[in-house]
């Protein structure tokens, strides 16, 4: 699947994000539960330096709970701390100043110890385009209307605001770009509603799900569209799906476009079920 980027934009956001990485702590890197893999850009641990880094896994209410927890040991079997949220319902948002307090502990410990005040530790978010990183933010700061003014080195209207604990937090998130040369890393992000829809083939992307459905969840689809029987290929159940609700054309014939739209966007409500398309290795 061809997938039309932009090198130039790509590249001056990550100069963005190298920029204020030089004013933070602790970098807090957003991940999509559901694409744990697929989600990461193959450069963070470059990107991050040696800064301390915490792994967020958000989404959490769309991913599967069994394959969720697997990641989470394999992050931190990496040695990566790492915790799942669902930013739309604040749900475990409230241990990240704890934890990104603890990634700076050694830090605020040899200051003390030389007789220096430690200033308040502060984190910056990172993740790609559409992951969570605004909900996520508005989670974290909750009701903490109180930002601090704007620091000298930070671009013009971007603010600290404080979280419990003292933790500053950078307001606005760094844009990262995933790695799309692998077509099936493609495929996820466009399912998993990462890329707009203008730059990617919504026929093929639905297609592809539709038969990782057949493959992994016959049952879930045969449910959710109420399928006597199975077509052995995605575009026939896409061609059905269409059928059933009601999306034809001139003729009765099935608008495979809009069967397409309709099913990409169930999937990305949850409506078929819980679901995470990468696996950890291993
Ligand atoms: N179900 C669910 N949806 C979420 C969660 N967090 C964010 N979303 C949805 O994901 C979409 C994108 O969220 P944003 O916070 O705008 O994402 P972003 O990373 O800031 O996106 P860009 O600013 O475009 O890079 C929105 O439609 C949110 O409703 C979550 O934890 N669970
Ligand atoms: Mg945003």
């Known amino acids: 699947m061809s997938i039309q980027w932009y090198p130039g934009h790509m590249a001056r956001a990550r100069r963005l994000v190298q920029e204020n990485l030089k004013l933070v702590d602790v970098v807090i890197e957003l991940l999509d539960?559901?694409?744990?893999?697929?989600?990461?850009?193959?450069?963070?641990?470059?990107?991050?330096?040696?800064k301390p880094h915490l792994v967020v896994l958000n989404k959490e209410d769309l991913a599967d709970p069994h394959l969720t927890r697997l990641w989470l040991d394999w992050f931190r079997g990496c040695g990566l701390p790492a915790l799942v949220v669902d930013s739309t319902r604040r749900k475990g948002v409230a241990e990240v100043p704890m934890l990104v307090r603890r990634l700076v502990e050694d830090k605020i410990a040899s200051l003390a110890a030389r007789g220096?005040?430690?200033?308040?530790?502060?984190?910056?978010?990172?993740?790609?385009?559409?992951?969570?990183?605004?909900?996520?933010?508005?989670?974290?700061?909750?009701?903490?209307?109180?930002?601090?003014?704007?620091?000298?080195g930070v671009t013009r209207g971007q603010q600290w605001v404080r979280l419990a604990r003292g933790v500053e937090l950078l307001d606005t998130p760094g844009v990262l770009w995933p790695k799309f040369d692998d077509p099936q890393v493609a495929l996820k992000l466009a399912a998993t509603g990462a890329i707009k829809e203008e730059v990617f083939d919504v026929e093929e992307v639905a297609a592809w799900l539709a038969e990782w459905l057949l493959q992994s969840f016959p049952a879930s689809l045969k449910e959710r569209y109420r399928l006597e029987e199975l077509p052995a290929q995605g575009h026939r159940v896409l061609e059905l799906i269409g059928a059933k609700r009601g999306l034809v054309g001139p003729g009765g014939v099935v608008d495979s476009y809009r069967a397409a739209v309709h099913l990409l966007k169930e999937f990305r409500e949850g409506r078929l079920g819980r679901f995470t398309l990468d696996v950890p290795p291993g």
């Open 33 to 50: 539960a559901r694409i744990p893999a697929s989600s990461r850009n193959p450069l963070i641990g470059k990107i991050v330096g040696g």
């Open 116 to 152: 220096r005040r430690p200033p308040n530790p502060r984190c910056m978010v990172v993740g790609i385009p559409n992951v969570g990183k605004s909900f996520f933010i508005n989670a974290l700061v909750g009701s903490r209307v109180t930002r601090t003014g704007n620091r000298p």
